[in-house]
């Protein structure tokens, strides 16, 4: 078995010093910038949009269809090997292609918004519907870009304070589109505020032009104003399609009606059963990769040009048998606090806070904590390291959903008790945030963080979306109280993954030659002696 690697201990900044690199470095202000572009149009898909509809009378069931819009954000890694392998015409050329990419995406939400500005819930809902999972689409796109972005240029050790940076930003970004949105809203109604908020979406687009890319590769040369008129026309050509499929009759609605019919004919026990493979198929996949015939293909080297299937090969021949215990985090790590929040927002009205109090404490209050637990995570990460931080996010995540258990059985709802137990929440999701997105982009090969990073994501999307699905079900089965210590008892696997990640040194014995940068097929392996290799050793 190969020896354990030595881990590579992190400069210790104090809090003062942390906060003057941040203020002097362009790849962190680029990154507080990315972050607010990509934090503002998930709120105007979800709360925004669903203010706006209850506004004009649409139906509560109705509404909360919309919610499924947010599966975009889950199977973004169905188009995320596009940002690795296919080169934007014009801007990749001018800005290199995580750049390129990043303004194609941008500039695509923009568009996406100033569609929805023309429309009406009240009037067309399904064309509403269509912006909406077009704002979607092209927002899970700019994710994609933005998370490549931050995996290129930061070292290992500074994944953790990038991430804490990224999340500000996103936070911003979350203000302005319900904050501002909602302002602008009463002034000028819903379609200025996604007409100014999508000219606010054009004005981040000026941060890839400017931000450093370690990764680039743009040609020299290169004429940006015939690079702009290639790229915009690209971006026309692909608006008109995606508008045109997802029209009453569309091709694309066509498509989805035929498959949506195809699994309504199927039997309940047949479609569990198919939903359940779906859940195990990276757990699968992996193992099969583990294996002696699995093995063989990894020696192969073709099996790495298959996009999705081949990122799970990088990882495993990075990893070794560690493979199935990295996604095993990816998976449980956040899906105590996904399963939890779904039913905080009913617990606080049952038990009769007035929404003004609630919208206090979950807005500036809410955000400014959650952005100071978000830098502690940051700072955790580089004095302690990721291993440590890891356990101390899964233990403050048990705690805090523990926390909502004594606050739903509370008699009096005094305001006191919601700041603490939120104030508490949100601290333990923004440290546990920062975390797990610094654990992702470690994990993520730079030769495919694109592709990689969107896998990782999108399976932590997915299964805590699944599992939130029932929140509601067994709310109703076992009251709030008993709900809320069950959500807590679902963070237990993930403190015993991240302790066992801790003690074996495997996450914090990851250097930065550790991750491959020449290519996917560069075979630096990061494999700890705690679990055997892809090769046997």
Not at 97 to 109: D, K, P, S
Not at 475 to 494: K, L, N, R
């Amino acid at each position: 078995m190969s020896a354990p690697q030595t881990p590579t201990k992190p400069a210790k900044l104090g809090l003062s010093a942390t906060m003057s690199q941040i203020a002097r470095s362009p790849r962190n202000l680029a990154m507080l910038f990315l972050g607010a572009s990509a934090g503002l149009p998930i709120m105007l898909v979800y709360q925004v949009l669903s203010i706006w509809m209850r506004e004009a009378d649409v139906s509560r069931s109705t509404i909360g269809f919309f919610v499924w819009v947010g599966f975009a954000y889950s199977l973004k890694f169905l188009w995320a090997p596009l940002v690795d392998r296919v080169r934007i015409p014009g801007f990749s050329h001018w800005l290199g292609n995580r750049r390129g990419w990043t303004l194609f995406a941008i500039l695509g939400t923009a568009m996406a918004m100033w569609g929805m500005s023309f429309q009406d819930p009240a009037v067309d809902l399904s064309t509403i519907a269509v912006c909406a999972v077009l704002i979607a689409f092209a927002s899970a796109t700019l994710d994609i870009c933005v998370d490549a972005w931050r995996v290129d240029n930061a070292s290992n050790a500074d994944q953790a304070m990038v991430s804490a940076i990224y999340q500000l930003g996103y936070r911003f970004g979350m203000i302005a589109a319900v904050t501002g949105g909602l302002f602008i809203a009463d002034l000028g109604g819903f379609q200025m505020t996604y007409l100014v908020l999508g000219g606010l979406a054009v004005l981040g687009g000026s941060t890839p032009l400017w931000a450093p890319d370690l990764s680039i590769t743009r040609e020299q040369d290169v004429n940006p104003v015939v690079a702009l008129i290639l790229g915009l026309g690209t971006l026309a050509v692909i608006a008109v399609l995606l508008w045109l499929g997802l029209m009453d009759g569309g091709w694309l609605r066509t498509v989805i009606g035929w498959i949506g019919g195809a699994l309504s004919m199927l039997p309940k026990r047949l479609a569990g059963g198919l939903f359940i493979l779906v859940l195990a198929s990276p757990f699968l996949i992996a193992l099969w990769f583990v294996s002696r015939r699995g093995r063989a293909q990894l020696q192969t080297g073709t099996v790495y040009a298959v996009p999705i299937l081949g990122d799970f090969a990088d990882l495993v021949r990075r990893t070794g048998a560690w493979a199935l215990v990295v996604l095993a985090i990816i998976v449980t790590y956040r899906i105590s606090d996904t399963t939890m929040g779904v039913m905080a927002g009913p617990l606080y009205i049952d038990l009769g806070y007035d929404k003004s109090v609630i919208g206090t404490v979950k807005g500036a209050f809410g955000i400014s904590v959650l952005i100071f637990g978000a830098f502690l995570g940051g700072l955790s990460a580089v004095r302690y390291g990721m291993g440590r931080s890891m356990v101390i996010g899964a233990v403050l995540t048990i705690l805090t959903n523990l926390a909502f258990a004594w606050l739903a059985q509370v008699e009096t709802p005094l305001a006191a008790y919601l700041f603490v137990t939120i104030g508490a929440d949100n601290i333990a999701a923004g440290f546990a945030g920062s975390i797990f997105i610094a654990f992702m982009s470690i994990l993520a090969n730079k030769a495919m963080s694109a592709t990689q990073y969107a896998l990782y994501s999108s399976l932590f999307a997915f299964f805590g979306k699944s599992l939130a699905g029932f929140s509601g079900v067994l709310a109703d089965s076992v009251g709030y109280q008993s709900f809320f210590v069950i959500t807590a008892v679902f963070g237990i696997p993930a403190l015993i993954l991240s302790i066992w990640i801790w003690l074996s040194g495997f996450i914090d014995g990851i250097d930065e030659s550790s991750t491959p940068k020449a290519g996917p097929f560069v075979d630096t392996p990061m494999r700890p002696s705690l679990l055997p290799s892809v090769d046997g050793s």
